[in-house]
């Protein structure tokens, strides 16, 4: 595609629901990221895809947070039980190497009620 | 642990004044900064720099980076309503992938 995708754009959750985000890459981008943006602040890294594999998950802030990217393309970003503070805009970043500029999606922003 | 510093942290200027913008860094292993603008969606990519002294330039943009006193600077010349925005400045490092953000600064351009 022209450009990372990411669904839903908005999503509300009562909590103590679960919630899965979606992240479509630029085709052909090997990099994946996932970062976290409270209102005011700059984006927070929580993890990074190489292809299939995640080499690295430290900026996941609990173990209610997952990501995955079983086919080396599409990555979706779940979050288990939430809580009002993951209330938050995600964002997903590609890049075609993992030192490549990162070109980044418009974000799923959640509120947690 | 890696720190990113942006100032101003907001600014208010009227059409057609020039910027600057201030990023610091402390990290270890420094290997790029980053400079993305935010409006109301996606962060969009800017520059990146790697060497110092070198200015890189596109359009009323230009960035320049200073290794030795561990900063960058992102100029707008000329300055139009569709430049008010979040501008992000985010480092890089060799030890890994992520990018380790500034809070961003603010620039509203009035007419």
């Known amino acids: 595609g022209a450009g990372v995708s990411q669904s839903p754009r908005y999503k509300v959750a009562k909590r103590g629901q679960d919630v899965a985000l979606r992240c479509d890459p630029i085709s052909g981008h090997v990099s994946l990221f996932w970062y976290q943006q409270a209102l005011g602040q700059g984006p927070e890294f929580l993890t990074y895809?190489?292809?299939?594999?995640?080499?690295?998950k430290s900026g996941l802030p609990s173990d209610r947070f997952f990501a995955e990217r079983p086919e080396g393309s599409v990555s979706t970003l779940k979050i288990q039980r939430t809580q009002q503070e993951d209330s938050a805009v995600y964002l997903c970043a590609s890049s075609v190497q993992a030192y490549n500029e990162q070109f980044f999606g418009p974000g799923t922003r959640l509120t947690v009620l | 642990e890696d720190k990113v510093v942006q100032s101003p942290l907001s600014l208010v200027v009227h059409e057609g004044d020039t910027v600057t913008l201030n990023c610091s860094y402390e990290v270890t292993n420094f290997r790029s900064l980053l400079w993305y603008k935010q409006e109301k969606k996606a962060p969009t990519f800017l520059f990146m720099l790697?060497?110092?002294?070198i200015e890189k330039k596109s359009g009323r943009l230009s960035s320049i980076l200073d290794k030795k006193e561990l900063f960058s600077i992102l100029n707008i010349t000329a300055t139009q309503t569709g430049d008010s925005a979040i501008y992000l400045c985010a480092v890089a490092v060799t030890s890994g992938s992520r990018l380790t953000f500034g809070e961003g600064t603010q620039l509203t351009v009035n007419p």
């Open positions: 790697t060497s110092s002294g």
């Open positions: 895809f190489q292809n299939e594999a995640q080499l690295d």
